[in-house]
C-alpha cells in the first residue's frame, strides 16, 4: 500500500498520481477526499429491508464500503471496534480488537489497494484486506477519521489540534507532528467532551476535507480562548520537501460546528454548519464569507452536496425539516423544503437524483425515505425495525445498497 498512488513505493519527489489514491466504493468518511457525502451510482427509488445487524452497542458514524462490497463500520461495543461485514447479508468477514474504543470516532479509510487506515486514542493503524496489522504509529490525540493527501499520504488531525501526516507504506511520519494548540495532550481515561457538537473542549471536532487538486486541506478549529469556532485552509506541498502551511483562517461559526467541511463540485467553495442552525459557504481560496442560509436549526453532522450543486442539510434533534439547497453564487436558494417529516440523520444523496433520509417515525423509531431531489418528492418509505433514535451517516455501496447505521449500535 505505497505512498505514491500511481506508484505505491515510489519516491516522494515524483510527480503527481494520476490515479487517486481513494479505492472505488464510498471509501471515505463522507464518501471522499471533498466530504461530499455523495455516490456516483445511479440511486435506487425503491428499496427493502435486506438484512439488520446490532453490533451491541454505540456507533458513531455510517460505514465505509469497498470496491469489492466489504463493509468497514467501528464501534465502542466491547471486544471488537473495528468490523468487516459482508454486504449481502451483513455477517461477519473479520473483526479486530487492535483498536480501542475510540475507534468509534472514526470510520475506515480505504485505499485503491483495498488497505484500511483508522485511529484510536493511541496510534494510527494499518490493516490489509485480511485484517492483518501492517504498522500503527503512536498520535496523540483521536481524529475524527482521516484522509489522503494527493499523492496518497494519510493525513488527519487529532480533536486536540495535532496534524499528522503519515507514509501510506509504512506509517512513518513525512513531517514533524504540527501543533495548533503547543503542548496539549489527551488522556485516553477522560472523555471526548464537546466532540459530538464541535465546541470549545474538542478544538478540532470534524474530518478534513482535502482538495486533491490544490492540495489544501480544510478543517474546522476552536482557538483556545476565542468566543466562536472556525474553520482553517493549509497548502499541503509534495513537490520535494514535504510541507503543510496556513492559508487561511475563518472564525464565523458561533457555538461551535458539528459539520465537516464540503469542498464544491468545482473546488471554489466551502459548505459547513456552524451550531446556531445556518449553513455557510467560504470561498476556497480566501476564506471570505461568501453567504449563510438560516434553516432555524442545529445539524447533527455534515450536509450531502451532489455535483451539480444541491446541499442537503443533516437532521437534527428538534423541528428539522428536509431541506434541499442551491448554491446561487452570492446566496444560497431555496430548492425545496419537506415540513412534513422531521429529518433524524445525515442525509445523503446518490446520482439519478436520488436521496436517502432518516426521518422520525414515533419515539425513538425512524423510517427511511427516498427522495427526488429534483422535485423534493417522495419516492419510497420503509420502517427502520426497533429503536433507531437517529441514523449517524447514511452510505451507498457501488451496487446500490444503502446502509443505515444508528447511533444505538443497529445498522
Same mark, same amino acid.
Given at each position: 500500500?505505497?505512498?505514491?498512488?500511481?506508484?505505491?513505493?515510489?519516491?516522494?519527489?515524483?510527480?503527481?498520481?494520476?490515479?487517486?489514491?481513494?479505492?472505488?466504493?464510498?471509501?471515505?468518511?463522507?464518501?471522499?477526499?471533498?466530504?461530499?457525502?455523495?455516490?456516483?451510482?445511479?440511486? #435506487?427509488?425503491?428499496?427493502?429491508?435486506?438484512?439488520? %445487524?446490532?453490533?451491541?452497542?454505540?456507533?458513531?458514524?455510517?460505514?465505509?464500503?469497498?470496491?469489492?462490497?466489504?463493509?468497514?463500520?467501528?464501534?465502542?461495543?466491547?471486544?471488537?471496534?473495528?468490523?468487516? !461485514?459482508e454486504a449481502a447479508t451483513g455477517e461477519t468477514i473479520w473483526c479486530s480488537e487492535e483498536v480501542d474504543r475510540f475507534a468509534v470516532a472514526s470510520a475506515a479509510l480505504l485505499d485503491h489497494e483495498g488497505c484500511a487506515f483508522l485511529a484510536d486514542s493511541e496510534a494510527m493503524h494499518a490493516f490489509d484486506t485480511q485484517g492483518n496489522l501492517l504498522w500503527?504509529?503512536?498520535?496523540?490525540?483521536?481524529?475524527?477519521?482521516?484522509?489522503?493527501?494527493? %499523492?496518497?499520504?494519510?493525513?488527519?488531525?487529532?480533536?486536540?489540534? %495535532?496534524?499528522?501526516?503519515?507514509?501510506?507504506?509504512?506509517?512513518?511520519?513525512?513531517? #514533524?507532528?504540527?501543533?495548533?494548540?503547543?503542548?496539549?495532550?489527551?488522556?485516553?481515561?477522560?472523555?471526548?467532551?464537546?466532540?459530538?457538537?464541535?465546541?470549545?473542549?474538542?478544538?478540532?471536532?470534524?474530518?478534513?476535507?482535502?482538495?486533491?487538486?490544490?492540495?489544501?486541506?480544510?478543517?474546522?478549529?476552536?482557538?483556545?480562548?476565542?468566543?466562536?469556532?472556525?474553520?482553517?485552509?493549509?497548502?499541503?506541498?509534495?513537490?520535494?520537501?514535504?510541507?503543510?502551511?496556513? !492559508?487561511?483562517?475563518?472564525?464565523?461559526?458561533?457555538?461551535?460546528?458539528?459539520?465537516?467541511?464540503?469542498?464544491?463540485?468545482?473546488?471554489? %467553495?466551502?459548505?459547513?454548519?456552524?451550531?446556531?442552525?445556518?449553513?455557510?459557504?467560504?470561498?476556497?481560496?480566501?476564506?471570505?464569507?461568501?453567504?449563510?442560509?438560516?434553516?432555524?436549526?442545529?445539524?447533527?453532522?455534515?450536509?450531502?452536496?451532489?455535483?451539480?450543486?444541491?446541499?442537503?442539510?443533516?437532521?437534527?434533534?428538534?423541528?428539522s425539516p428536509l431541506i434541499g439547497l442551491t448554491d446561487e453564487g452570492a446566496a444560497a436558494g431555496l430548492a425545496w423544503r419537506i415540513d412534513a417529516v422531521t429529518n433524524r440523520g445525515i442525509a445523503t444523496q446518490a446520482a439519478g437524483d436520488k436521496a436517502y433520509a432518516t426521518v422520525a417515525a414515533g419515539p425513538g423509531r425512524n423510517d427511511l425515505v427516498?427522495?427526488?431531489?429534483?422535485?423534493?418528492?417522495?419516492?419510497?418509505?420503509?420502517?427502520?425495525?426497533?429503536?433507531?433514535?437517529?441514523?449517524?451517516?447514511?452510505?451507498?455501496?457501488?451496487?446500490?445498497?444503502?446502509?443505515?447505521?444508528?447511533?444505538?449500535?443497529?445498522?
Open positions: 500500500s505505497g505512498d505514491d498512488a500511481a506508484e505505491p513505493h515510489g519516491d516522494a519527489g515524483a510527480t503527481a498520481s494520476t490515479t487517486s489514491p481513494y479505492g472505488q466504493g464510498w471509501t471515505a468518511v463522507h464518501a471522499d477526499s471533498a466530504n461530499s457525502d455523495y455516490a456516483p451510482v445511479d440511486g #435506487a427509488d425503491d428499496v427493502t429491508l435486506a438484512w439488520q %445487524r446490532s453490533l451491541g452497542g454505540g456507533v458513531n458514524l455510517g460505514p465505509t464500503i469497498d470496491a469489492d462490497g466489504r463493509v468497514y463500520v467501528t464501534t465502542a461495543a466491547p471486544g471488537c471496534h473495528l468490523y468487516v !461485514l500503527e504509529t503512536p498520535t496523540v490525540g483521536v481524529p475524527l477519521s482521516a484522509q489522503f493527501t494527493p %499523492r496518497g499520504r494519510v493525513v488527519f488531525v487529532t480533536h486536540i489540534g %495535532r496534524i499528522y501526516m503519515l507514509d501510506r507504506a509504512t506509517g512513518e511520519p513525512v513531517l #514533524a507532528p504540527v501543533e495548533l494548540i503547543p503542548g496539549a495532550t489527551f488522556d485516553p481515561a477522560t472523555n471526548m467532551r464537546g466532540c459530538p457538537l464541535g465546541t470549545a473542549e474538542c478544538p478540532s471536532a470534524n474530518t478534513p476535507a482535502v482538495d486533491l487538486e490544490t492540495g489544501r486541506i480544510f478543517f474546522t478549529f476552536w482557538e483556545p480562548g476565542a468566543p466562536q469556532a472556525g474553520i482553517r485552509a493549509m497548502q499541503i506541498s509534495e513537490d520535494g520537501d514535504v510541507t503543510i502551511t496556513p !492559508l487561511w483562517a475563518n472564525d464565523s461559526l458561533p457555538g461551535g460546528s458539528a459539520s465537516s467541511p464540503d469542498v464544491s463540485p468545482d473546488g471554489s %467553495r466551502i459548505y459547513l454548519n456552524d451550531n446556531s442552525g445556518n449553513v455557510h459557504a467560504l470561498d476556497a481560496a480566501t476564506g471570505e464569507d461568501i453567504w449563510s442560509f438560516p434553516i432555524g436549526y442545529v445539524t447533527g453532522g455534515s450536509p450531502s452536496t451532489s455535483p451539480d450543486g444541491l446541499i442537503l442539510p443533516a437532521g437534527g434533534f428538534g423541528a427516498v427522495i427526488d431531489t429534483a422535485t423534493g418528492v417522495e419516492l419510497d418509505r420503509e420502517p427502520l425495525p426497533g429503536t433507531t433514535l437517529f441514523s449517524v451517516g447514511i452510505t451507498v455501496g457501488p451496487d446500490a445498497t444503502v446502509y443505515v447505521p444508528t447511533f444505538n449500535g443497529e445498522i
